[in-house]
């Protein structure tokens, strides 16, 4: 599977097992319509072992710890069942580590599928996998969002009560009578209690509350603001200039809509100025490059983007066949279209002799906002349908 991609449930019990090179904590949370727990109890994890038709299953240190879902005994009211994981070792991230999970018939081990999340850095914990309910029937989708300041971080976002560890206390003449037990993110068996969580809620992702963010080639903004999703209109600006004065430069601006399966579904540009039942329009080609402000805008309404779109890779590309060391200034900035806002800035600071750049995409998560990442990747590449391919091998 794919980040985004989903598959129908052939079995009512399902496992789902997170196998690394190194040791994890998995845990599962029930959730609501809202995306939320009713209360602790619903977070699975190996001090609190079983909840209403999902229960963790330890794999005893030789084999991967699981979560089981019987979809036959999930209450009413919950929709979804997400599994997460995180690095047993205190400060642990996922870099260098690959975690695979693995979706398995509970009754008979059988593999229904796997899913391996690309691009893992600095996160020290993941939603890998979530089983869903949509239209009576339940699935299973691909998800692989990281989280900066680990599976405290997650809890919180779903709203399970994380408590720190108290204090150290001196000794005392008797021991205190035992607390009753409070749900807690696992930590670290025999080692000091964890860091407390980053200040910031949340996955720790660069986000809008602070105003205009300026992306670096590879870099990632969610476009939440005020804890809200952003899905009003955006226009996504993209504009550049002659390197050399006198000399035109006709470049073309696209977008690329793919399913969750890498799947090219429509290509916006000046020869197709509206695609997905005008969630997206296209401003119209511009000859030249000359000129201040943007040279071709692309209008996006996030909030009508249909669900089986789930990526958006913005491209530059050359028809003339004119190279990007020919080009100056290149850039693409994502605008509110309601304020003329400038939110998030992407400028191309190198050039290859090459006659397309992706430039950045779109991503919806499966929380439902969107996540802009910053490409800057050259491709020989001179009409938009030259660049289906290589946009969807940056989804």
């Known amino acids: 599977m794919t980040p985004g991609s989903n598959i129908p449930l052939s079995a009512a019990r399902v496992a789902v097992d997170v196998a690394a090179p190194v040791r994890l904590d998995v845990s599962g949370l029930l959730l609501t319509a809202d995306g939320k727990v009713r209360s602790d109890d619903d977070f699975i994890f190996y001090n609190q072992p ?25 209450p009413p ?38 899913f391996t999340p690309p691009q893992l850095g600095t996160e020290t914990a993941l939603v890998i996998v979530e089983i869903y309910l949509r239209n009576g029937a339940w699935k299973a989708r691909a998800v692989g969002q990281g989280y900066a300041n680990g599976l405290a971080g997650i809890a919180t976002d779903f709203g399970v009560t994380v408590e720190e560890p108290p204090p150290a206390q001196p000794q005392a003449p008797a021991p205190a009578p035992a607390p009753a037990p ?14 407390p969580p980053a200040a910031a809620p949340g996955t720790g992702k660069i986000n809008l509350d602070k105003g205009r963010v300026s992306l670096q080639k590879n870099q990632t903004v969610s476009l939440v603001k005020g804890g809200r999703p952003l899905l009003s209109q955006v226009k996504m ?3 550049w200039e002659p390197a050399y004065r006198g000399k035109d430069i006709d470049l073309d601006a696209s977008v690329i809509a793919y399913g969750p399966q890498r799947n090219h579904l429509d290509s916006c540009y000046f020869g197709k100025l509206t695609i997905l039942n005008g969630a997206i329009k296209h401003s119209g080609d ?18 009508r983007i249909p669900q089986e779109a789930t990526g958006l890779v913005f491209t530059v590309n050359s028809f003339s066949g004119q190279k990007f060391t020919e080009v100056a200034k290149a850039y693409c900035r994502l605008v509110d279209a309601a304020t003329d806002e400038e939110l998030v800035r992407f400028d191309l600071t190198s050039a290859e002799p090459q006659t ?4 950045a995409k779109l991503i919806r998560q499966f929380s439902g906002e969107w996540e802009m ?13 030259n660049m289906v391919k290589p946009g969807a091998q940056t989804l």
């Not at 999902?54 to 005994?73: E, H, L, M, N, Q």
């Not at 511009?286 to 943007?294: A, H, K, S």
């Not at 990442?373 to 349908?385: N, S």
């Open 356 to 359: 397309g750049v992706l430039m």
């Open 50 to 74: 079983a909840g209403p038709g999902v229960t963790y299953r330890s794999g005893g240190g030789t084999a991967p710890d699981a979560i089981v879902v019987d979809t036959t005994a999930v």
């Open 373 to 385: 990442t910053a490409i800057g990747d050259f491709v020989k590449a001179r009409t938009v349908r």
């Open 182 to 195: 409070q749900v807690t993110a696992p930590p670290m068996p025999s080692t000091p209690p964890p860091a």
């Open 237 to 239: 600006g993209l504009g």
């Open 286 to 303: 511009n000859l030249t490059g000359e000129g201040g402000g943007d040279d071709e805008v692309i209008v996006v309404d996030l909030g």
């Open 77 to 114: 009211g919950i929709e979804k069942i997400i599994v997460t994981a995180s690095p047993d070792a205190a400060g642990q991230t996922f870099q260098g580590i690959e975690p695979t999970a693995t979706l398995r018939g509970a009754d008979d081990n059988s593999v229904l599928a796997t």
